[in-house]
């Protein structure tokens, strides 16, 4: 399958020298989800930001759909509608007085009729389950309702490919879990999903493939079960398997579960593969 967005050999440095991004290599495929795991500080927020242009590479192209990108104000406009981008920090990123002004912002900037920009808003709000906020003053959310006014902002503007950094900084457990369960619908409406993260149990759970991330380059990128469960690969990063990949290896390894069994991606499904009655390995 082709590339709907790529990152060829960047390069970039802050001022002062500061390296962020080296011989960077990264594609992303229509449809999928695509975690960018790796530590804090290794470059990953830098990427997003070069993704949807809202920085140019010191070398190297990030192309959309096969053409380079396009950074006049008219290209930046288009390429920031197809691409989406949700900040780390929600309050980086919601500024209007209400959460309905809020999601307007986007469509409204696309140059949509008033009545096309509501009917965005609407649609975008449903599709979060946050349709009760709509005339909520935006500085008495919760951390949590914060994030999908600002994922609501990206969904109003339809864009083919939504940016995440860092979805589930600052969320309780439950809050997180609520949030990926969201991004689940995102994806399975078709959406594609690229998000930043460092934990390695979100990018088993959410992501279909994984660029595992280090000193500002990917490393390697594949399917989520190829790169989760190469511990060699993970520790060049400084990262280990997670818990329930682990897990899987081990009853793999011990004739518990049959060695096709694709991995888990909850301890449900890991229970399930453990019943009586699932094939096993043959004995001896």
Avoid: C
């Avoid at 229509?30 to 930001?49: D, E, H, V």
């Avoid at 349709?131 to 902002?153: F, W, Y």
């Avoid at 991004?183 to 690229?194: A, Y």
């Amino acid at each position: 399958m082709s590339a709907i967005l790529e990152a060829r050999d960047l390069h970039y440095a802050y001022p002062g020298g500061i390296a962020a991004l080296r011989h960077l290599n990264l594609s992303v495929t229509a449809g999928r989800k695509l975690a960018i795991l790796g530590p804090n500080g290794a470059g990953k927020s830098t990427l997003l930001l070069h993704l949807n242009g809202s920085i140019r590479p010191d070398r190297g192209r990030v192309l959309m759909a096969g053409q380079p990108g396009d950074y006049s104000r008219r290209g930046l406009i288009g390429w920031r509608s197809r691409v989406a981008l949700v900040l780390q920090d929600a309050d980086d990123q919601i500024f209007a007085a209400t959460v309905a002004e809020d999601v307007s912002f986007g469509p409204l900037n696309q140059g949509l009729p008033a009545t096309e920009a509501a009917a965005r808003v609407q649609m975008a709000l449903a599709a979060l389950g946050i349709e009760d906020l709509a005339d909520r003053p935006t500085h008495m959310l919760s951390g949590g309702q914060k994030k999908r006014v600002a994922i609501a902002g990206a969904v109003a503007m339809r864009p083919e490919i939504l940016l995440l950094d860092e979805p589930t900084a600052g969320l309780d457990r439950a809050g997180a879990d609520q949030l990926i369960a969201l991004l689940e619908r995102l994806g399975q409406r078709g959406m594609t999903l690229v998000f930043s993260t460092h934990d390695i149990e979100l990018a088993a759970t959410l992501a279909d493939e994984v660029a595992l991330f280090d000193g500002g380059t990917v490393i390697a990128q594949d399917t989520a079960e190829t790169v989760l469960g190469d511990a060699d690969l993970l520790a060049r990063a400084g990262l280990r398997p997670p818990m329930l990949i682990e897990l899987w290896l081990g009853a793999q390894a011990r004739g518990l579960i049959a060695p096709d069994a694709p991995p888990p991606r909850s301890a449900g499904a890991l229970l399930t593969l453990l019943s009586p009655g699932v094939p096993r390995r043959a004995a001896g």
